[in-house]
């Protein structure tokens, strides 16, 4: 289950969901970050009434804190929730990471292998944590520093040397380098159709000398959006419902001269409805933008139908590699509904 964040206030009735959850047999809980709510606080406060669902980040963004802090984070939470936490991480975009956290966006791949490296050193707390690379040099000895930087290792033992991390990662060389040195991968716009974009991206990874995993034991979550309806207009009306968001994404986020959603659609084929869609989103039509979005994108990159089309929807995506699909459900009764069906 996807919690996601926060919009303008805190979400009402998330204990309901998070018990619903537990109760239903789902595997994990996540939750998300922009610029407003954190990852980590909701997963402490939610999951404190849980026992069994992993409890995940999709993503922790890894410019709004040092990897040391990042490692804090997930070997504090992993302990008090005996060893369920899932770090899922991403790079968010330029205008984030510059706009609101203040640092360089540049070399995003260059900073995620960084990162990673020095939270498993952290974890597996085999020696004084240091870094040479130019990102996250530890010790510090840059500009402004008094020179009495010291390599330290956590006070605290962590409680799992192989704490899951999965990050999101979108473009061939990110899939790649994610396949290489992560655990999982959360891609945003995984769908069946555009699976088979990314299989050589993620075989590259794995061939790699040192690759962390194989393909038969790397997690891939997909989002999408679940819905069980009866009739056709009932899916037709979900349908609808839903091109606002895939019009935002395509068009909407991020930077028309750096839009990586933008460039995903592209990739999966097209490019000419995303140049479109973007042009009159950045212009402030977003209703025109919204009413191009074909009713076949929408059915690609969700499952909506009936029951019996829901489990032939699931199981496709399974086929393709699929091991978690992250879901956002709105209530107690939905999250019944969908674990009856695929559980």
């Known amino acids: 289950m996807q919690l996601g964040y926060w919009s303008a206030q805190p979400p009402q ?10 109760d239903a047999g789902f595997d994990a809980i996540f939750t998300a970050e922009a610029w407003g709510s954190d990852a980590f606080t909701p997963l402490a406060w939610w999951g404190r009434e849980t026992s069994r669902v992993r409890l995940g980040t999709s993503i922790v963004q890894m410019s709004g804190r040092t990897p040391a802090s990042i490692a804090m984070h997930a070997l504090t939470l992993d302990h008090l929730t005996n060893g369920r936490v899932i770090l899922g991480m991403g790079v968010s975009g330029p205008q984030v990471v510059e706009g609101w956290y203040g640092v360089p966006f540049a070399k995003p791949l260059a900073r995620t292998r960084e990162v990673v490296s020095i939270i498993r050193q952290v974890l597996a707390r085999e020696a004084p944590v240091t870094n040479a690379g130019p990102h996250h040099p530890l010790p510090y000895d840059g500009p402004g520093a008094v020179g009495l930087g010291k390599p330290l290792k956590p006070i605290v033992h962590p409680l799992r040397v192989d704490l899951p991390i999965w ?10 380098q994610t396949a290489e040195i992560a655990d999982g991968w959360i891609p945003i716009f995984y769908t069946p159709k555009s699976a088979g974009m990314y299989q050589p991206w993620l075989d ?3 061939a790699r000398p040192g690759a962390r995993r194989t393909r038969a034991d790397f997690e891939i979550a997909a ?4 819905q069980i309806v009866e009739t056709s207009a009932q899916r037709q009306a979900v349908i609808e419902a839903m091109k606002p968001f895939v019009s935002l994404y395509m068009g909407g986020m991020g930077a028309k001269e750096q839009n990586f959603h933008h460039q995903v659609f592209t990739r999966m084929g097209y490019g000419e409805l995303a ?6 989103y950045l212009s402030g039509e977003k209703d025109k933008a919204t009413a191009l979005i074909p009713d076949e994108l929408v059915d690609d990159m969700h499952i ?26 709105r209530s107690a009764g939905e999250i019944r509904q969908i674990a009856e069906l695929l559980a």
């Open 223 to 226: 989002t999408c959006h679940l």
């Open 304 to 329: 909506i139908g009936t029951p019996v089309e829901v489990k032939e929807r699931v199981a496709q995506w399974e086929e393709t590699g699929v091991t978690t699909l992250l879901l956002s459900c």
């Open 275 to 280: 140049d479109e869609v973007q042009e009159l």
């Open 13 to 22: 009735g998330v204990g309901e969901l998070v018990a619903a959850a537990e």
């Open 167 to 176: 990050l999101g990662a979108e473009g061939p060389k990110n899939v790649a």
């Open 204 to 206: 590259e990874g794995f």
